[in-house]
């Protein structure tokens, strides 16, 4: 069997190819790696049985390439893939996953999106405030904005609607906000220093790729979330953790705080998880829930990728029976594990 990985010497620390790599050689797998920008990489993966690439939402040569060149490798060549399709055409995209959430009847927060500006500025004149605005784009509460007034929305509108807004404007790009990151990766870095470390590479920042226009989408604001419930499901593998808001914030994405007490994780909350992905065919999907007033699980947003060190920390997962199985894993020898069973289905016909 030989599997293509896409992986590069510049890869940052938080890529899931690091493992996969490994994970796949340890099970006998011929490994070709390459970089998928290379202009002739169908050929090179020709003859492949299976190909992988994980992309970054803020990597733009990423983004634009990924779609593209993972369309052709999984209906072109006809080999599996990881993410496929399935998995993967409403990755960074929220509006994608609103008309998504429709289609499938999934618990979602209430969400509106508007393609008209007429139609959004009648809106934001009869909603109830606060009310949350999200660009289609972004992780880690970047593009994200609470909006307390109408005044405050019809600024944002006027916007979106005109000259629109780059991705990580709203709340990542201000002086503030990149103060903050930059005096933190330094606090970080000379922490490892002391401690004789190298110090780990950072995620890049959103790059400027691309203008946020002609669209609007909001979600209902939902207070008294100290935190939100975090599940990652793997095939047969649902992780769970809880992630606290940031300090006086009530977003918790990117907090980095979390806890993986299974006690804290709601079974519903596994039960819904667990029923989209195997009803979608999704090979790897985090999913985040807020509580609504009535204290019923709401689905905010999807991914196919996260992070991998918080998935590692769980103590275990629940299996779609909901049955708990001791132990940790890291994501990457899951999805392993599964991709190549895949393969293996698709050698069989």
């Given at each position: 069997?030989?599997?293509?990985?896409?992986?590069?010497?510049?890869?940052?620390?938080?890529?899931?190819s690091?493992?996969w790599?490994?994970?796949?050689?340890k099970?006998?797998?011929?490994v070709?790696?390459?970089?998928?920008h290379v202009?002739?990489?169908?050929?090179?993966?020709?003859?492949?049985?299976?190909?992988?690439?994980?992309?970054?939402?803020?990597?733009?040569k990423?983004?634009?390439?990924a779609?593209?060149?993972l369309?052709?490798?999984?209906?072109?060549?006809?080999?599996?893939?990881?993410?496929?399709?399935?998995?993967r055409?409403?990755y960074?995209?929220?509006?994608?996953?609103?008309?998504?959430?429709q289609?499938i009847n999934?618990p979602?927060?209430?969400?509106?999106?508007?393609?008209?500006?007429?139609?959004?500025?009648?809106?934001?004149?009869?909603?109830?405030?606060?009310?949350?605005l999200?660009?289609?784009?972004?992780?880690?509460?970047?593009?994200?904005?609470?909006?307390?007034?109408?005044?405050?929305?019809?600024?944002?509108?006027?916007?979106?609607?005109?000259?629109?807004?780059?991705p990580?404007e709203?709340?990542?790009?201000?002086?503030?906000?990149?103060?903050?990151?930059?005096l933190?990766?330094?606090?970080?870095?000379c922490?490892?220093?002391?401690?004789?470390?190298?110090?780990q590479?950072?995620?890049?920042?959103?790059?400027?790729?691309?203008?946020e226009?002609s669209y609007?989408?909001?979600?209902?604001?939902?207070?008294?979330?100290?935190?939100?419930?975090?599940?990652?499901?793997?095939?047969?593998?649902?992780?769970?953790?809880?992630?606290?808001?940031?300090?006086?914030?009530?977003?918790?994405?990117?907090s980095?705080?979390?806890?993986?007490?299974?006690?804290?994780?709601?079974e519903?909350?596994?039960?819904?998880a667990?029923?989209?992905?195997?009803?979608?065919?999704?090979?790897?999907?985090?999913?985040?829930?807020?509580?609504?007033?009535?204290?019923?699980?709401?689905?905010?947003?999807i991914s196919?990728c996260?992070?991998?060190k918080?998935?590692?920390?769980?103590?275990g997962?629940?299996?779609a029976n909901?049955?708990?199985?001791?132990?940790?894993?890291?994501?990457?020898?899951?999805?392993?594990?599964d991709?190549?069973?895949?393969?293996?289905?698709?050698?069989?016909?």
């Amino acid at each position: 069997m030989k599997i293509a990985v896409h992986h590069t010497p510049d890869a940052h620390a938080y890529s899931l190819s690091r493992r996969w790599i490994p994970e796949l050689e340890k099970r006998g797998v011929d490994v070709l790696v390459l970089d998928f920008h290379v202009p002739d990489i169908i050929e090179k993966v020709r003859g492949c049985d299976g190909a992988m690439w994980h992309w970054f939402h803020n990597v733009r040569k990423d983004k634009l390439a990924a779609p593209r060149i993972l369309h052709a490798i999984e209906f072109g060549l006809r080999i599996p893939v990881l993410p496929n399709l399935s998995s993967r055409w409403h990755y960074d995209d929220k509006v994608a996953q609103y008309y998504l959430f429709q289609a499938i009847n999934a618990p979602n927060i209430p969400s509106w999106v508007f393609w008209n500006y007429e139609e959004a500025l009648d809106f934001v004149g009869q909603c109830a405030y606060p009310i949350i605005l999200k660009l289609a784009i972004g992780a880690g509460s970047a593009n994200v904005l609470k909006l307390d007034s109408q005044k405050q929305a019809e600024k944002t509108l006027r916007k979106l609607f005109g000259g629109g807004l780059q991705p990580g404007e709203l709340n990542w790009f201000s002086r503030r906000a990149r103060l903050r990151g930059e005096l933190s990766h330094l606090r970080a870095a000379c922490i490892q220093a002391v401690k004789g470390g190298v110090p780990q590479k950072r995620v890049p920042r959103p790059e400027r790729y691309s203008t946020e226009r002609s669209y609007a989408y909001f979600q209902q604001f939902l207070p008294g979330n100290p935190h939100d419930i975090r599940i990652t499901v793997i095939g047969n593998r649902a992780f769970g953790f809880i992630r606290h808001n940031r300090p006086g914030d009530f977003r918790a994405s990117g907090s980095g705080n979390w806890d993986v007490n299974p006690r804290n994780v709601p079974e519903e909350a596994v039960r819904i998880a667990h029923g989209i992905s195997g009803a979608n065919g999704f090979q790897s999907m985090a999913y985040d829930f807020l509580r609504s007033p009535d204290g019923k699980l709401l689905i905010s947003e999807i991914s196919y990728c996260y992070v991998n060190k918080a998935v590692y920390e769980c103590p275990g997962h629940w299996d779609a029976n909901l049955e708990w199985h001791e132990g940790q894993m890291w994501p990457e020898e899951a999805q392993v594990e599964d991709f190549i069973e895949a393969v293996n289905r698709e050698r069989r016909v």
